[in-house]
């Protein structure tokens, strides 16, 4: 059965010990679950391909329409789909993450206005049902790894929120704050292994983001 946000809410909910949401809501492990997601697509992006159509003849591009988007790996310009060139037209590009913008910095080629640039780049995975998703990218075998992600993410969160109540037993807090953070700590070594996994099943790993940057952000 495929994966949807209603089946990972279910296995987070389980973790947590809160089936009938007396603690967590349906919103709070939605977000949780999101949070998760995003982290695990940094250790695990999707791989896709598409072109774009270059409106002028300018070294930046607008990649605007691929969403989503972590990185760019690899683009070949000029490309002709029905008759690929070979070998292709790979170019030296960078890539601009805050206005998303491919510069192509090959010297040897000046981008003409109606040439098509195919672009290979990593994206979010995604969960149908969450925040409109059609499909679920990830594989099956990474739920449990997610549900306990989004477990982590939610008790930790709840432990803030305990904290700023004055009246409430701090040691209360202090134990759910410790769960989550047990919780996060067996979330990210699974990240680990999953990033060595898709960097042999790839040959190559391509650097999205550091993993041990996240060892120290709890919430």
């Given at each position: 059965?495929?994966?949807?946000?209603?089946?990972?809410?279910d296995r987070a909910e389980r973790i947590?010990?809160?089936?009938?949401?007396?603690?967590?809501?349906?919103?709070?492990?939605?977000?949780?679950?999101?949070?998760?997601?995003?982290e695990y697509s940094k250790a695990r992006?999707?791989?896709?391909?598409?072109?774009?159509?270059?409106?002028?003849?300018?070294?930046?591009?607008?990649?605007?329409?691929?969403?989503?988007?972590?990185?760019?790996?690899?683009?070949?310009?000029?490309?002709?789909?029905?008759?690929?060139?070979?070998?292709?037209?790979?170019?030296?590009?960078?890539?601009w993450p805050d206005s998303t913008t491919?510069?192509?910095?090959?010297?040897?080629?000046?981008?003409?206005?109606?040439?098509?640039?195919?672009?290979?780049?990593?994206?979010?995975?995604?969960?149908?049902?969450?925040?409109?998703?059609?499909?679920?990218?990830?594989?099956?075998?990474?739920?449990?790894?997610?549900?306990?992600?989004?477990?982590?993410?939610?008790?930790?969160?709840?432990?803030?929120?305990?904290?700023?109540?004055?009246?409430?037993?701090?040691?209360?807090?202090?134990?759910?704050?410790?769960?989550?953070?047990?919780?996060?700590?067996?979330?990210?070594?699974?990240?680990?292994?999953?990033?060595?996994?898709?960097?042999?099943?790839?040959?190559?790993?391509?650097?999205?983001?550091?993993?041990?940057?996240?060892?120290?952000?709890?919430?």
């Amino acid at each position: 059965m495929a994966t949807t946000l209603a089946l990972l809410r279910d296995r987070a909910e389980r973790i947590l010990a809160d089936t009938g949401n007396a603690i967590w809501t349906s919103d709070d492990i939605d977000e949780a679950i999101r949070r998760a997601l995003s982290e695990y697509s940094k250790a695990r992006p999707l791989q896709n391909v598409s072109t774009l159509s270059l409106a002028s003849d300018a070294r930046e591009v607008d990649a605007s329409t691929l969403t989503g988007i972590l990185a760019v790996t690899e683009i070949w310009l000029p490309y002709t789909a029905a008759s690929p060139e070979f070998p292709p037209n790979r170019r030296d590009f960078e890539y601009w993450p805050d206005s998303t913008t491919i510069y192509v910095a090959d010297g040897a080629y000046q981008p003409q206005s109606g040439d098509v640039m195919r672009v290979f780049y990593l994206t979010v995975q995604t969960l149908k049902d969450l925040d409109a998703a059609t499909a679920t990218s990830f594989p099956v075998d990474d739920e449990t790894l997610i549900a306990e992600g989004a477990a982590g993410y939610a008790a930790t969160s709840r432990a803030v929120d305990l904290a700023e109540q004055v009246t409430l037993d701090r040691l209360t807090a202090q134990q759910i704050r410790a769960w989550g953070m047990a919780q996060l700590q067996r979330f990210r070594a699974g990240l680990k292994s999953v990033a060595a996994a898709d960097g042999v099943r790839r040959g190559a790993r391509v650097e999205v983001a550091g993993l041990d940057v996240w060892d120290g952000r709890w919430a």
